[in-house]
């Protein structure tokens, strides 16, 4: 249950939302949705992407407003085998992101120019999972196989989860043209992170022999009863000192000590102790207080354990805010070759970033048996590491005729030093190699007025199964893009951008102890897949 915690935290929707890194989105204008590839960049955008390549633009102000509208599909495939649906059960989380803007600023002297810049660098949607989690459901679902000897048939449950983030970035750079080949660039962003978390558990029930009890009665029985064999020994305590120690129970009823209910009851909880049923009418009444007496510490146990259980099969919430922020500096340099060649470097150092809990109800996963005080999914004031890895950027674009244009791209991801656990306390390798994403595009002029591009994008992942489960997942992908270009005036460009993402199945075999049963290992597969697509929109403007 504690990996939850920091995965919950810090990979749910906090990652990247379509094309970036594990936690890094670089979808950032009109203009890079229909080109794909924007690392050598001349125009507006180039606040993000190019800065040192601002030194490029005619020389006064320079505006870009974009907003891009996203949606996703992502999907858990697991062959649990007490869920619901066993051995396909399919978890489908949605995200949705209307409203992704991306704003600049720059003004541009001839020798320097300087810029502002405002992004989604992180998340930017909302994911909602309207059956919940497959880590939810499971534990409830082992259920009843522990409880089949008492009678339990099925389970249900209402459960839902819905959690959003962005990760605004604030940037500001400072460009200067050494000369007419050379430009180079420094500056930096402020990065504030905000996630939300809402969910629920709620009308958790087992259907008991043919009737559904909420599981909370059903463990508060199973403790009670419990409780009942634990007494025994103290409610035949008189019966033995009144010489009645060396009858059984058949005699004990014969002789009028007991009634018919009470030797039922006895028997029966020597039943459920484990005694053979062979040997409870042979047993004298001071070995069967002994039985008891001796298997009395492992039954408190159970109580105890039983009880916990009960309050965890309670109705719970979620409501958790979590915020925080961290600085990234980055540094540029912009190559101008014959004036139809142009090449930018960007690298964006690492960001330190831990996101804090603050948390109005939350879920209950456990109680620590030291302190009897329960452990939840968001302790209030808990933080988790949300640092985004440094990036190498590089791209080109060559223009051999005027109307013809040819980009390509690539990021580098350091991912390998970052703690992607989310905790400081916990040391777990999830990354093999750094990821890569690398990008081609083509833009067209059918006038000098109207442009058409069309693009490819592909990542290469390099996390390792440690990484991959229902929240964290990591694929390769493949992206399409395309889109138009308008000049309109001399002031006004119009960029409209369009891009699908397809994602490599990524699947893994793996196990999870059963609930109350820590010796039985249940084997089951997850598999992954996604989907996702992407409308723009952006109008730049110059003065």
């Known amino acids: 249950m504690k990996k939850i915690l920091f995965v919950f935290s810090a990979l749910l929707v906090t990652g990247t939302l379509v094309a970036g890194g594990l936690v890094t989105n670089t979808n950032q204008s ?4 229909r080109l794909l590839s924007r690392n050598a960049s001349t125009d507006v955008d180039a606040v993000y ?5 601002l030194t490029r633009l005619a020389p006064g102000f320079h505006f870009g407003i974009n907003n891009q ?34 704003i600049y600023a720059a003004y541009n002297t001839g020798r320097m120019a300087f810029s502002l810049g405002f992004n989604p660098v992180g998340g930017g949607g909302g994911a909602t999972y309207d059956e919940g989690l497959a880590m939810i459901e499971i534990p409830i679902s082992d259920l009843v196989p522990l409880l089949e000897p008492q009678g339990a048939q099925d389970y249900r449950l209402e459960t839902n989860f819905i959690g959003s983030s962005i990760f605004y970035g604030f940037q500001g750079n400072v460009s200067y043209k050494i000369n007419d080949i ?19 558990m709620e009308k958790i029930e087992l259907n008991m022999g043919g009737t559904w009890l909420p599981a909370s009665t059903v463990f508060t029985n199973v403790a009670t009863q419990l409780a009942g ?63 008891i007496t001796g298997a009395t510490p492992a039954l408190n146990t159970q109580i105890a354990s039983a009880t916990a259980t009960s309050s965890l099969m309670q109705d719970q919430k979620a409501d958790v805010l979590q915020t925080g922020s ?29 996101v804090i809990n603050e948390t109005t109800s939350d879920f209950t996963t456990g109680i620590d048996p030291s302190t009897g005080a329960p452990i939840t999914m968001f302790p209030d004031g808990a933080e988790t590491i949300n640092d985004i890895p440094a990036i190498l950027a590089v791209g080109v674009e060559v223009r051999p005729m005027e109307r013809f244009m040819l980009t390509g791209s690539v990021n580098y991801y350091f991912d ?10 916990r040391d777990v390798n999830m990354i093999d190699k750094n990821l890569l994403e690398y990008a081609f595009g083509l833009e067209f002029g059918f006038t000098k007025n109207i442009l058409a591009s069309v693009a490819y994008s592909g990542t290469s992942t390099g996390v ?8 964290s997942y990591s694929l390769n992908t493949s992206t399409f893009g395309g889109g138009l270009g308008f000049h309109i005036t001399p002031m006004i460009d119009l960029n409209l951008g369009g891009m699908y993402t397809i994602y490599q199945e990524g699947s893994k075999n793996t196990s999870r102890p059963m609930t109350g049963m820590s010796s039985l290992s249940v084997p089951f597969t997850e598999t992954y897949n996604k989907n996702n697509w992407i409308v723009a929109v952006g109008v730049d403007l110059h003065f």
């Open 464 to 471: 390792n199964l440690n990484y991959q489960d229902e929240l």
């Open 229 to 291: 064999i634990v007494a025994i020994p103290s409610n035949v305590q008189p019966i033995i000192d009144g010489g009645g120690g060396d009858f059984t129970l058949a005699q004990l009823e014969g002789a009028g000590y007991i009634d018919a209910v009470q030797r039922a009851g006895i028997e029966a909880g020597l039943a459920a102790i484990g005694v053979p049923s062979a040997n409870i009418p042979v047993m004298t009444l001071n070995q069967i207080s002994g039985t």
């Open 69 to 102: 509208t996203i949606g996703q599909r992502r999907s858990v495939m697991t062959t649990y085998p007490y869920l619901h649906g066993a051995p396909d059960r399919e978890f489908v989380g949605t995200v949705s992101a209307p409203f992704y803007p991306s």
């Open 49 to 53: 992407y190019n800065p040192a390549g």
């Open 30 to 33: 009109a203009r890079y949705i």
């Open 182 to 200: 050379l430009s180079v660039s420094a500056g930096a962003r402020y990065v504030m992170a905000r996630n939300t978390y809402e969910g629920k």
């Open 416 to 425: 390998k030093p970052i703690d992607y656990d989310g905790s400081a306390d």
């Open 326 to 354: 961290g600085i990234t500096p980055i540094i540029g340099v912009n190559l101008t070759l014959a004036d139809i060649v142009n090449i930018g470097i960007k690298y964006e150092f690492a960001t330190k970033l831990r």
